[in-house]
Each structure stands twice: as C-alpha cells, then as structure tokens.
C-alpha cells in the first residue's frame, strides 16, 4: 500500500498523474503557448494543458487537469459558491467560467493563498479561530469570497458583510462564525 | 454539454463577421453566468461561441459627459454598481445592480449579458418539459403547472416566464438606449424596445437581430437620478431573483411631482413601464394615497393564475413603497 502521506501526495493526485498537465516554470506563463495549446497561470504557476476541449471549466481544470481540489463543485450552476476562485484578483465562480477565458490572466485558488513558509492566510486563521465552519465543504469558496470581500471594501459593516457574501452558502449553518472570522481580519487590519 | 467551436475575437468588427458569417447557430459569450449555465443544461446549444471579453475598449464607465451617462456593453456589474458618480446621481441604477445575483456573478456579468438574460422559468431551463419559449409549438407547462413566480403582465397563452433582469427595469425608468452593431452597420435602440411579449412567438424576446452585438448602453442624464431607488423583494433578503420589484425616479417641486418614472420587474415577461403609474401622479401633490394608487395603476391589466395572484397586490406595494424612498431621496 501506498502510503500517501509520506509521499506528499494525496490519493487525488496519484489517480490524475496520468493525466495531470504539464508544469511549466512560473514565468514561461505569459509566452504564447507553442502550437495552440492552452496555458494557465494558477497561483503564481504555468500549466500547460494541450488542446484543451472548449467546453472545459475553468473548476473542473482545476480538479481533475492539475490535481488542485480545494475549488468545490457544489451545484456547478453558480448559485453556491464554493468554487469561488479569484481571477486578477477578482472573485468568479470557477464553474461558470471556461478555462479558456482564464487565459493570460492570473487564477487564485484555496492553495494558493497561504505563505512561501506555509503560514496560513490571516482569513485561514480566522475560520479556524471563529469554528467557522463544520463539514468545511464550502469553505475554500467561502475563504476566497472573504479575502476579496475585504478587498473590495464590502466588510466594514456586519449587514455589508451578510450582503457580499449571500453567494456563498453554507448548508452547516456556520454564518455566524463566518461572520465574525471575516470581522476579526477587517478588526486586524491585515493585508489581505 | 454539447460539443462548440471556440472564437476568440479581438474587435468589433471580427465579432460581428464571427456572428454573421458562419451561418450556424451562434452565440456571444462574455461573462458567461447565463450561456454556460443553459449550455450545460442543453437549453443552449450553440455551434459556435464567440467570446467578445478580450475586445479592447468596452468595458468603460464613462460618467463625465454633459448627456449621458455610457456604460461599455462590457462593463461589468460590480464595477458599475460601486461607481462612486453612479452611486451618488443615480442610485437606482446602482441598487439595480448591487440586489442582483451575488457578487461573484457580478464580477464576472456584463452590462450588455445581463440585459439579455433569458428567463429564470424551471420548465424552460428543463427539456423534459414542453416549452415554448425553448421550441416552439410543444405548450408551456407553466400555465398549469407550478407558477407562484411567473408573469401577471404581458403574458400570453403561449407563455408567461418572466424577464428576471433587474438593470434593465432601472434603464428603463431611466429611458435609456443601446447602441447595437452588426455587418450591416450600427444603430440605437431604446432599452424598452428590446425586450418583446411573448406573444404567439415566446421564442423570440429581443429586437436584436441575430448577428446584432450590443456596444454600449447610454442613460440621459436627468435631474430624476438623484430621487431614485431599486425597491426588491425576495423570497430571502439576499441573492434571490425578484418576486417583485419596482424602479423609481422622482423630480420633486417641494411637495408637487414635477415628473416621475416608475417601472416594474420580476411581475413581467419584459421590463414594464408603468405610464398610466406616471401620469397619475405629475403636477400632484405627493401623498401616501397617491403613491398607493399608483401602484395599483402600475399593475393594470394583470393576468393572474391561483399561485400568483398575491403578486398583484405585493407589486402594487412594492411601487408604492418605492415611490416613499424615492421622496425621501429629494
């Protein structure tokens, strides 16, 4: 038995390794790709990915192209959220989003918002600190709505808050907790 | 979901030859929360997408000419409803835009999508049922079926799916209009001509022609922004389409209406201005009564079925209550 964790590899990436995209260094991203094929920029990484059928969304590359599963495929018709991802700093629904019409632009996942030293975003912290969430299936989407909601500017008031992030549901019912962790970040007057 | 060639086009002028040149059935793809959605349910099918996203110059939010305010066809609703000018001077356009979907999905809509997003009727955005709308001659399960959202104006027997939009009610009041292009050149249109009755023809719902791409979108600037709101009421208070709703705009002098404009969403198969609403209430003195006839004129003629007609009262409330925030406003 492959012990995975030892491998630093989770069962996820073992199964799509056949199939997994090509990782590209971080700035060959930005050069045309050779002969057509479709590259993504994704936390700050380059992934190649062929020929790349049209149809693909930007959340199922994600998960099952580059091995990357923090995005969730909750209702994949954008009304849950928890595939929210940033592109160019902006939260989208990775779901109602081609993975071609990310191209040349800079995707953000769960993954990629934690420190080079592993330290975990200041709204991670938050969560955990505010139980912010129980089965946590929503909560990567959830996170990344948080960061760009403080970004924006939408979470200096609570009714601000519930308001900005009503695209992101939590069947758990942890909004209170969700709530307050985004409150303590905008309290900490952290960057995010 | 069906398989589709993939356009990038880099102009105007490639994304209308795109459109008009390939001679299949072919569909512009900007934000993509509509598209993709009915893409994926097999409602669209389209042979062809041209995604228009990467098209330089169309996403502008221009609020500083004398005439008009001009919003590029892709400007996106986030941008657009956090517009500090747009906010202050016209605040039901913002509110418009802000009540709609979630932030997400405004981040990634478009202003010219938006106002061409098809109808939010379950039996259409499902082909095990007929629908007419989605092809034609099969009947519309709505009529009997389950309806407590649909239409009380401008139905026909053919279909009653409403227009779930909310800016274009905004632009509506606000008298707005669209500069539209295609390879046989550019026109304007008014924003209360491009949305049609279902009529005996529920399949087709703009005026646009097939080939035709929506360039930008132009509101008169008029003293009645600043006395405005986007009154919307939801089955929940956040993230939800309107079970009513009502765009108004006053210009008040002192306590006599010098003019009004008030429009009603989510009770309609089209955005639906309220004419009748309006001449009631200029050269009037505003009172609550007045506001409450109003909104009862705002939903004459409606054509109710037993789950809906509740709406009827509720829309006329929601106008009403509208016209009050509007007045506070001037």
């Known amino acids: ?192 | 979901m069906n398989p589709f060639d993939y356009t990038v086009a880099h102009s105007v002028d490639a994304a209308v030859s795109a459109l008009g040149g390939s001679g299949r059935p072919s569909k512009i793809l900007a934000g993509g929360t509509t598209l993709v959605d009915l893409m994926r349910l097999n409602v669209e099918q389209p042979a062809a997408v041209v995604d228009i996203t990467r098209i330089p110059g169309l996403n502008h939010i221009d609020t500083e000419g004398r005439e008009a305010l001009v919003f590029g066809a892709l400007a996106r609703m986030s941008d657009v409803a956090d517009d500090p000018v747009v906010r202050r001077d016209y605040p039901v356009l913002s509110e418009s835009l802000w009540r709609a979907a979630s932030q997400q999905l405004r981040n990634m809509a478009s202003l010219g999508g938006n106002l061409l997003q098809r109808t939010r009727c379950a039996y259409f955005r499902d082909r095990q049922y007929p629908c007419n709308k989605r092809e034609p001659g099969t009947g519309c399960s709505a009529l009997e079926g389950l309806n407590r959202g649909h239409a009380v104006l401008g139905v026909s027997d053919q279909c009653i799916a409403v227009y779930p939009g909310d800016l274009a009610i905004a632009l509506v009041a606000l008298n707005a209009s669209i500069d539209v292009q295609s390879t046989a050149g550019a026109r304007t249109l008014r924003v209360a001509d491009l949305h049609r009755e279902p009529g005996q023809t529920p399949n087709l719902e703009t005026a646009l022609r097939p080939d035709e791409l929506i360039l930008r979108i132009r509101v008169p600037k008029s003293r009645l922004g600043k006395a405005s709101t986007y009154l919307k009421i939801r089955d929940r208070e956040s993230y939800a389409f309107a079970v009513a709703s009502a765009a108004v705009a006053l210009d008040m002098d002192g306590d006599v209406i010098r003019d009004v404009r008030i429009a009603v969403g989510g009770l309609a198969t089209r955005p639906w201005r309220a004419h009748a609403a309006e001449q009631s209430l200029v050269g009037k003195t505003f009172t609550e009564a007045a506001a409450a006839q109003a909104g009862r004129l705002s939903l004459q003629g409606a054509a109710t079925r037993p789950q809906n007609a509740f709406r009827v009262e509720l829309g006329a409330n929601t106008v009403a209550e509208a016209l009050k925030i509007a007045r506070e406003r001037a």
Request: glycine residues 12%.
């Open chain 1, 1 to 192: 038995m492959i012990n995975e964790d030892h491998l630093g590899l989770n069962r996820r990436e073992v199964v799509a390794a056949g199939t997994a995209a090509a990782v590209l260094p971080a700035n060959t991203a930005a050069a045309p790709p050779a002969e057509g094929g479709v590259v993504l920029q994704i936390n700050g990484v380059g992934h190649d990915l062929g020929d790349l059928d049209p149809r693909s969304t930007l959340l199922d590359v994600l998960r099952e192209r580059i091995g990357l599963s923090g995005a969730k495929k909750g209702c994949d018709h954008g009304q849950c959220g928890a595939c929210t991802v940033h592109i160019d700093g902006r939260r989208v629904v990775s779901c109602l989003t081609l993975a071609r019409q990310a191209e040349g632009r800079a995707v953000t996942t769960i993954e990629g918002i934690a420190s080079a030293d592993g330290r975990l975003h200041p709204m991670q912290q938050a969560f955990l600190d505010h139980d912010a969430l129980q089965c946590g299936y929503c909560t990567p989407g959830q996170i990344m709505s948080a960061i760009a909601c403080v970004k924006e500017g939408h979470a200096y008031k609570v009714d601000d808050i519930r308001e900005y992030m009503s695209g992101n549901l939590c069947r758990c019912g942890a909004y209170v907790g969700i709530v307050a962790a985004i409150e303590q970040v905008v309290a900490q007057g952290r960057a995010v």
